[in-house]
């Protein structure tokens, strides 16, 4: 199935570093999604972009729709040994249906 | 807060055998999404109902998948004939469609493992 490129596909840093993943596509999106994924569990929604060019924060998360509509990046400031888990971006487009297409997940590992 | 409901949580079933999985989205979200998941790998859209109609469903879904909505609610994932490659996460996800495209929210999956 289609995916979209996501990058890094996993990264391990120290706590209280920031961290900065992104999403690109060769595709142009309506909405770009951002979600975490614990093991075992489903994505859980972060945040959600409605425009190209909207930047959102929730929290310690920041997340831009890129002004080409095909990139999305998220960022998280100060990460905490809570914030591991696999990151998944999500783009929506229209083909006669709503569909989303989600990125192939960056690994995050949070060192204490 | 009800979320998306999904069971079983874990399936366990022998090569052959026939199974069903029940997603029970958030009660006003009226769009809901099969997905499946493999070890490493993003979910992959599989199939989207809006209400009771099924509007589309992807060519991952083979002829032994069907999905079905009765009555708008709750949804049905059966696959006959179960393979080893079967073996995934099968994630539903529900949204409610207004003028505003609302965002998916996921239930917590069932786990399909085929010995």
């Known amino acids: 199935g289609q995916q979209l490129n996501q990058s890094p596909q996993s990264m391990f840093i120290q706590e209280g570093e920031d961290v900065s993943m992104n999403c690109t596509s060769s595709?142009?999106?309506?909405?770009w999604l951002w979600y975490k994924q614990d093991p075992g569990e489903g994505p859980v929604l972060l945040i959600a972009?409605?425009?190209?060019?909207e930047l959102t924060s929730n929290g310690r998360l920041t997340a831009q729709f890129g002004i080409t509509r095909k990139d999305s990046f998220l960022n998280i400031s100060a990460s905490i040994p809570s914030d591991v888990g696999i990151y998944f971006c999500?783009?929506?487009?229209?083909?006669?249906?709503?569909?989303?297409?989600f990125g192939t997940g960056t690994r995050l590992k949070v060192l204490a | 807060d009800t979320g998306v409901s999904q069971d079983p949580r874990h399936k366990i079933t022998k090569r052959g055998q026939n199974v069903t999985f029940r997603c029970d989205p958030i009660?006003?979200?009226?769009?809901l999404y099969w997905y499946r998941q493999t070890l490493g790998q993003g979910p992959e859209f599989l199939t989207y109902f809006q209400n009771e109609a099924q509007l589309e469903k992807s060519r991952l879904l083979s002829d032994r998948f069907s999905a079905e909505r009765p009555k708008g609610s709750f949804s049905t994932l059966e696959i006959q004939r179960t393979e080893q490659g079967d073996s995934a996460m099968y994630l539903c996800?529900?949204?409610?469609?207004?003028?505003?495209?609302?965002?998916?929210?996921f239930g917590d999956g069932t786990r399909l493992s085929i010995l």
């Open positions: 999500a783009g929506q487009i229209w083909s006669g249906t709503y569909k989303y297409i």
């Open positions: 009660s006003e979200h009226n769009r």
């Open positions: 996800a529900s949204s409610l469609a207004s003028h505003l495209d609302q965002p998916q929210h």
């Open positions: 972009l409605y425009k190209a060019g």
């Open positions: 595709s142009i999106f309506n909405t």
